[in-house]
C-alpha cells in the first residue's frame, strides 16, 4: 500500500501539478491511515490496498473525533481516502472502492462578519474627501454598503453602467447574469462628485472603467480589498476588513429593519434563497431583542 500512495502522489505532482504542500498534505493523511491499519491489525507489514475496508476506514475516522480532531479536518482525511481509492478504480488497482458510500461529516458553515450600524457610518462618514482618491473611495464604500454588490462586480463597473437619473446601477454577476441595482441617495451623491474628480487619474480617452488607480487604468480587485480594509480598520478590530464584510452588512442591516428575505435574495444576485437564509441567524438577536421589549407576554415579570 505504501508503494501505491508513493505512485499516486507522484500522479499528483507529475500529472495534476498540485503544489508540494498539497502533496504533502495528502501523504500525511494517507501516512497515518496506514499507521492506523497497521496498529489495528497487529501486523508490522504495510497492509495490501485490495484488502482495505469501508469499516475500517470508518474505525479510523471515528478514532479521530473521539481524540478531538475538527470535522473539518476529519473531513479533510476522508477526502484524501477517497482521492487515493478513486486513483486507483479508474487505474484498476483495485475493484471496489472502500469509500464509496462513506458520508463526510456535515461542517457547520461560520456565519459571515458584518459591521454594526454605528461602525458602517463612522468608517463612511470618516473617509477624507480632499483629494480625488478619497472621492473615489468614498463612492466605493458607500456603493457597496449601499447595493450589496460583489468586489467583481464593482471592478467590472463602466461609467455607462451607473444611471444616476434614474437611480441605479447594472452589473453582471456570476455568470454574466445582469441584475439591475437601485443606488441610494448617499451612494449617488458620493458618485457624483467622483465623476466630476474622475479626470484627476488622467484616464485615456477610451478608457470607461468607472473606479481607477492612480495610474488610470481600471483599479484592481487587490486595489479595492485593500482600500477597503484601510477605512474600515479604523472603526472595527475584525480580522477580515474584506469588500465582502460590506456585502454581508448591506444584507444584514436590510433584514434588522424588516426587508424581505426574498427582496434581498434578488439585490444580492443569489441564484438560490437558501443562500440566502444565513443572514437570518445574523438578524436573530436583534429580533429577540424587539420581542422583548414589544410582547407583552415575551418575560415574565416581577409583580
Given amino acids: 500500500m505504501r508503494e501505491a500512495i508513493q ?9 495534476k501539478r498540485y503544489s508540494a504542500h498539497t502533496v504533502r498534505a495528502y501523504g500525511t493523511d494517507l501516512e497515518q491511515f496506514i499507521d492506523f491499519l497497521v496498529e489495528e491489525r497487529g501486523k508490522p507489514d504495510s497492509p495490501r490496498i485490495g484488502e482495505v475496508t469501508r469499516e475500517e476506514i470508518r474505525l ?11 470535522k473539518r479536518s476529519v473531513a479533510r482525511k476522508l477526502a484524501s481516502l477517497r482521492a487515493f481509492f478513486g486513483h486507483l478504480m479508474r487505474t484498476g488497482g483495485i ?7 462513506l458520508v463526510s461529516p456535515k461542517l457547520e458553515k461560520p456565519l459571515p462578519a458584518f459591521l454594526r450600524e454605528e461602525e458602517i457610518l463612522e468608517a463612511l462618514e470618516g473617509i477624507v474627501v480632499d483629494s480625488a482618491r478619497g472621492v473615489r473611495d468614498r463612492a ?3 456603493l457597496f454598503y449601499g447595493t450589496g454588490m460583489r468586489l467583481s462586480e464593482l471592478v467590472g463597473l463602466n461609467i455607462g453602467d451607473i444611471h444616476l437619473t434614474t437611480g441605479t446601477v447594472r452589473v453582471y454577476g456570476k455568470g454574466g447574469k445582469e441584475r439591475v441595482l437601485p443606488v441610494g441617495r448617499k451612494a449617488g451623491n ?12 488622467r ?8 473606479f481607477l488607480n492612480r495610474y488610470g487604468d481600471r483599479i484592481s480587485a487587490r486595489g479595492v480589498q485593500l482600500l477597503v480594509h484601510r477605512w474600515l480598520r479604523r472603526v472595527s478590530e475584525k480580522k477580515r476588513l474584506s469588500p465582502h464584510v460590506l456585502r454581508h452588512t448591506f444584507a444584514t442591516h436590510l433584514l434588522d429593519r ?19 437564509q444565513v443572514y437570518t441567524h445574523l438578524t436573530m438577536d436583534h429580533l429577540r431583542k424587539v420581542y422583548r421589549q414589544a410582547h407583552p407576554r415575551a418575560e415574565s415579570r416581577r409583580r
Fill in 7 to 15: 505512485a499516486f502522489l507522484r500522479y499528483l505532482e507529475k500529472e
Fill in 203 to 210: 484616464p485615456e480617452e477610451k478608457n470607461q472603467a468607472l
Fill in 60 to 70: 479510523f475516522l471515528g478514532g479521530l473525533v473521539r481524540r478531538g480532531m475538527s
Fill in 190 to 201: 458620493a458618485l457624483r462628485t467622483y465623476l466630476l474628480h474622475r479626470g484627476e487619474f
Fill in 258 to 276: 424588516g426587508a424581505d428575505l426574498e427582496a434581498v435574495k434578488e439585490l444580492l444576485g443569489h441564484a438560490s434563497l437558501s443562500t440566502t
Fill in 95 to 101: 475493484r471496489s472502492n472502500p469509500t464509496a458510500t
Fill in 140 to 142: 466605493i464604500l458607500e
